[in-house]
């Protein structure tokens, strides 16, 4: 149950992170039309789990499961799943699984537009 608690803590700290980045974004560039916000909570939520899964793994940063979850599943999670993609993507050619990295992004990057446009068409 501690799990469930901690990703659910972290998840709105993650989602209220978010927020806020995209209203900074928005009130400091109110006609910009590019999609910056996500631009910059993508990279530095992919930034800041390059990070931790470094320090982690190095054994400079031990933690508990339940911090992990709390912070990559929780936090992260609630503020982009992006960088999640990019650690699997990451982890998979350190692992010199480079055809699963590559198939990996097509499918995350292709699947998940074709998503976004069949849900589209679907309520049209």
């Known amino acids: 149950m501690n799990a469930w608690i901690a990703v659910a803590v972290g998840g709105s700290l993650g989602s ?66 992006f960088s999640t993609f990019g650690l699997d993507t990451i982890t998979l050619m350190r692992g010199n699984d480079s055809g699963q990295a590559v198939l990996n992004v097509i499918a995350q990057v292709v699947g998940g537009l074709a998503g976004v446009y069949i849900g589209l068409v679907m309520v049209e």
Not at 37 to 46: F, H, L, R, Y
Not at 50 to 75: C, D, K, N, Q, Y
Request: proline share 5%; glycine share 10%.
């Open 16 to 81: 209220v992170a978010r927020h806020r980045v995209n209203k900074l974004v928005h009130q400091t560039w109110p006609l910009l039309r590019f999609p910056l916000a996500t631009v910059v909570v993508n990279i530095v939520g992919c930034c800041v789990i390059g990070l931790l899964a470094g320090f982690v793994a190095s054994g400079r940063l031990p933690m508990r499961t339940v911090w992990r979850e709390f912070l990559f599943v929780g936090i992260l999670g609630g503020f982009t799943t």
